[in-house]
């Protein structure tokens, strides 16, 4: 969560406060503001990636953790594999 200069109260809006925390904390290992990547909830470094993600997030909410990869099914494929094949069938026939 980009939300970093209320920790502990949280405002969930990102903004110059959470800025400032998170430079005051550039380049070190501070884990309040190492929040990207987002799938790992940090890589251990504060840095250009982190502000990223708060950019990202400016005068918004963050999403606490990454998003479900939209990745179908594998049966979600061999229904969309049907369709498409019975599709074709009727065109040609
Ligand atoms: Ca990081």
């Known amino acids: 969560m980009a939300d970093i200069a209320s920790v ?3 405002d969930d809006i990102v903004d110059g406060a959470d800025l400032g925390a998170m430079l005051a904390r550039w380049k ?3 884990p309040v503001a190492d929040i990207a990547p987002l ?3 940090g ?3 504060v840095d250009g990636a982190d502000l990223g993600m ?3 997030c400016w005068k918004n909410t963050c999403p606490a953790s990454a998003p479900a990869p939209a990745v179908p099914e594998p ?3 061999a ?3 049907f369709g ?3 599709l074709l069938r009727r065109r040609s026939a």
């Open 28 to 30: 070190t290992t501070d």
């Open 54 to 56: 708060l950019l990202a």
């Open 8 to 10: 502990g109260a949280p």
């Open 79 to 81: 229904m969309l594999a």
């Open 39 to 41: 799938a790992t909830n």
């Open 84 to 86: 498409v094949v019975t």
């Open 43 to 45: 890589d251990g470094i």
């Open 75 to 77: 049966a979600t494929l």
